[in-house]
């Protein structure tokens, strides 16, 4: 199977990319597996909207080439995985600048024909990070904000119906116990994924 990982956290975090890491090899313990990684800020990828990109959606012109590339990866990914710490309640702004550009009408929604959108038939798993511990997560609504913005606004949206999303929260406590329970817990989840059949990517 092809996984893309794509990581977008500020150069300073590391332990999303390394939980990704960790579940990719659990993955890869069910059979072979091609990865691409894609860490956006070493890629300098732009997730600044453009009026290229307004162009495109209007109608008036070509898809940005730099977008395209992107859609591409995904399109030969038969798993998508996006790592990234949330910033107040949601992805920081390079990973959701990625999802603005990338997911273009006609591409991953609003397809003519009422066609369903290249991300249909995707897996696709969320590695997510948070400083807060459960508790705060669950009393604050910051679960029900995830599953609001990004399960349900964005990837279920786009057609997307094998999801995951794992959090791992209260990482800023220095716990190195935590933090070894948690890349434990990572690669866990790759390793479930798959005994249930990662090897063959689902039908498109």
Do not use: C
């Amino acid at each position: 199977m092809n996984i893309l990982v794509i990581t977008a956290g500020a150069p300073a975090d590391t332990f999303s990319a390394a939980l990704a890491e960790r579940y990719v090899n659990g993955v890869q313990s069910g059979g072979h597996a091609r990865v691409i990684w894609a860490d956006l800020r070493a890629e300098a990828f732009d997730p600044r909207m453009t009026e290229a990109d307004l162009d495109f959606y209007r109608g008036k012109g070509p898809l940005p080439g730099d977008v395209r590339r992107e859609q591409l990866r995904v399109e030969a990914a038969d798993l998508v995985v996006l790592a990234f710490p949330i910033y107040w309640w949601a992805m920081p702004a390079l990973a959701k600048g990625w999802i603005d550009r990338v997911f273009t009408k006609g591409w991953a929604f609003g397809a003519a024909g009422g066609q369903p959108g290249r991300l249909a038939g995707k897996r696709v798993r969320l590695i997510a990070t948070g400083g807060a511990g459960p508790h705060a997560y669950d009393e604050y609504g910051y679960r029900a904000a995830i599953s609001t913005q990004i399960e349900h606004g964005i990837l279920y949206y786009s057609g997307v119906s094998d999801l995951r999303t794992h959090l791992f929260l209260d990482v800023e406590s220095g716990d190195e116990d935590a933090r070894h329970r948690n890349l434990s817990d990572a690669y866990g989840f790759g390793l479930s994924l798959a005994a249930t059949g990662a090897g063959t990517p689902p039908a498109r």
